[in-house]
């Protein structure tokens, strides 16, 4: 018989470190554990090989299981066993994973259970399953995102919260690069004019895939300062007129790359609609 798994996946406007906490701290697990029918919550230290017991309120175990696969803020994975039913035998793959992929401060979350085809009438437990998760993870994504609203605002979040404007320039950058290349395709070289537009293309491509690659590792860079711990700033000199004068001038070129970007835009999809 197939393997039987149920696959979900859900955007949330939230770091990874908040998504996993949404995941993994018992009092966060108590507001979505009632999609699974439980009134209580999700216990373990979270470490290689460590139990995992889902409880109800009065302490009872209904389901058990052990870390099997950990990545902090990355991937999870753990057994479920009800213990109210016979235990199946069970494969590497199998039980709950999380997947965790952040983006310019952004989250995809990716949830893997089973194998279900060990159980009998095994797809109509994956298929219940799937409308569960449907449930739960809504509910994930609004505790994660509240916690990330409730972060207290440091300078290092800041720099974080700011590298999606580094990943999405750079994706760009990507995007322009691949464009050209295809238009380089459609040269015919024993044209003197298409190879001096060819080697003119050429050597862009290269420029702006160097250019994105720059941009996703100052990305990946800022996000990673997320955690910078408090340092002490010296008020007089961040309340300098040159202070808000610098911001100001940030403000301004956001403005102005948000109005380029509008307006050649508007110019690119009507081409495309005229494609």
């Known amino acids: 018989m197939p393997k039987l798994f149920v696959e979900k996946s859900i955007e949330i406007n939230a770091h990874a470190h908040h998504v996993w906490n949404a995941l993994t701290q018992a009092e966060q697990t108590r507001q979505w554990i009632g999609g699974f029918g439980l009134d209580g919550e999700m216990v373990s230290d979270w470490q290689l090989n460590s139990a995992v017991l889902w409880k109800n309120n009065d302490g009872?175990?209904?389901?058990?299981?052990?870390?099997?696969?950990?990545?902090?803020?990355?991937l999870l994975?753990?057994?479920?066993?009800?213990?109210?039913?016979?235990?199946?035998?069970?494969?590497?793959?199998?039980?709950?994973?999380?997947?965790?992929?952040?983006?310019?401060?952004?989250?995809?979350?990716?949830?893997?259970?089973?194998?279900?085809?060990a159980m009998p009438d095994g797809e109509k437990f994956r298929d219940r399953s799937a409308q569960i998760w449907d449930r739960v993870l809504v509910k994930v994504k609004e505790i994660a995102e509240i916690l990330e609203m409730q972060a207290e605002p440091t300078c290092g979040k800041g720099v974080a919260l700011n590298s999606g404007m580094s990943q999405k320039v750079g994706n760009v950058m990507a995007a322009m690069a691949d464009m050209l290349a295809a238009h380089m395709t459609a040269l015919d070289l024993s044209d003197p004019a298409a190879k001096v537009e060819y080697d003119a293309y050429d050597s862009l491509v290269k420029k702006y895939r160097g250019i994105a690659a720059q941009l996703a590792a100052t990305a990946a860079e800022m996000n990673g300062y997320y955690s910078l711990p408090i340092a002490q700033h010296d008020m007089d000199v961040m309340s300098q007129?040159?202070?808000?004068?610098?911001?100001?001038?940030?403000?301004?070129?956001?403005?102005?790359?948000?109005?380029?970007?509008?307006?050649?835009?508007?110019?690119?999809?009507?081409?495309?609609?005229?494609?």
């Open 241 to 275: 007129p040159q202070m808000r004068d610098t911001f100001e001038k940030l403000v301004k070129e956001k403005q102005a790359l948000l109005d380029l970007l509008q307006k050649t835009t508007a110019e690119d999809q009507h081409m495309l609609d005229e494609w």
């Open 60 to 74: 009872t175990i209904i389901v058990e299981g052990r870390v099997t696969a950990l990545e902090p803020e990355r």
């Open 77 to 117: 994975r753990f057994t479920v066993f009800d213990v109210r039913s016979e235990k199946p035998p069970v494969t590497p793959e199998d039980g709950i994973t999380y997947q965790l992929s952040e983006n310019g401060g952004r989250t995809t979350l990716h949830i893997r259970q089973g194998d279900f085809s």
